[in-house]
């Protein structure tokens, strides 16, 4: 297992890696959305900033590799335009054989509150193959059945496993808490995604003894994740903080001492737990969609 960790701009370091050397890219851009990191705030701007990396991601690739990008939404005068279209847009134009596997839902459960439109609690992750012939190890990442176990009881196939025994496909809407002060794996960068979120896609789409690259490795929770799943990782970060961040982690993960989430404990269902939503009380004439929690 090798870590190689560079600073510096993507678009500049990505050309010194070979060409068809790379099993899985799993990344998450700026989203030009004005956080501490964005240089451009405009659909645009997105473009121009994904358009040379994604070209280049896919150079790197090798066939019947994948590449995953994971994006959330950008919103315009009020209007939410979600990045997936624009992400898939770019693929489809740049990429001739790059076909798309799976549109997943990471779904989590909390984040600011919306007034005027439902409260955005999801992201995606778009999963991309370099041609057909590609590595997918679905066994690695099955769950639990509801029913394991369940065998047929007439027929042909009596007394056979009607379900597969070591689980069931875990499906393309994946529930798990973003990473928010408080949970365990939050460090100084302001836009971590979960460990878990890579985690689960290595093993499945990256060969052991294979390599991870991600561009915009921010805090270096994908490098984390590689180094959990015992594969070699190349990240990139443009800035000092953050990379300094992301090499701690890695040590850390080295070491065996990461705090991470595990990605299978269920996430908080406050119905579970016995809570009800109470109708809004009204008496000091407050209008609907003006409770505290309401922020933006
Ligand atoms: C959305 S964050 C990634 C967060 C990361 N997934 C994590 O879990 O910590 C995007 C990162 O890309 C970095 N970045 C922006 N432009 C870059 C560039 N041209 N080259 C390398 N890194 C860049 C930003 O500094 C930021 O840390």
Redesign the pocket.
Known sequence: MKIDLRK????E?LKTIPDNTVDLTF?????CIG?A?D?HSTIEGFRE?NEP?IREVFNKTKPGGSVCW?VGHFVRKGEIVPLDFVVFDIVKSLVPDAKLRNRIIWEFGHGANCRNRLSGRHETILWFTKGDNYYFDLDSIRVPQKYPGKKYYKGRKKGQYSCNPLGKNPGDVWQMPN?KAGHVEK?G?P???PVGLPQRLIRALCPPEGVVL?????????GAAAVLERRSFIG????SE?FDI?QWRLKQALDGDLKHRDPDIPIFDPRKAGAVAKPPQYSDGGKPGESEGDKI
Request: with cysteine.
């Open positions: 510096g701009d993507c678009r370091v990344t998450s851009p700026p989203y956080k990191y240089t900033i990396v994971q990473v460090t960068h836009c971590q995604f991600d561009p915009f490795m921010g805090a270096g929770s994908a990139v970060e443009l800035e953050y992301a």
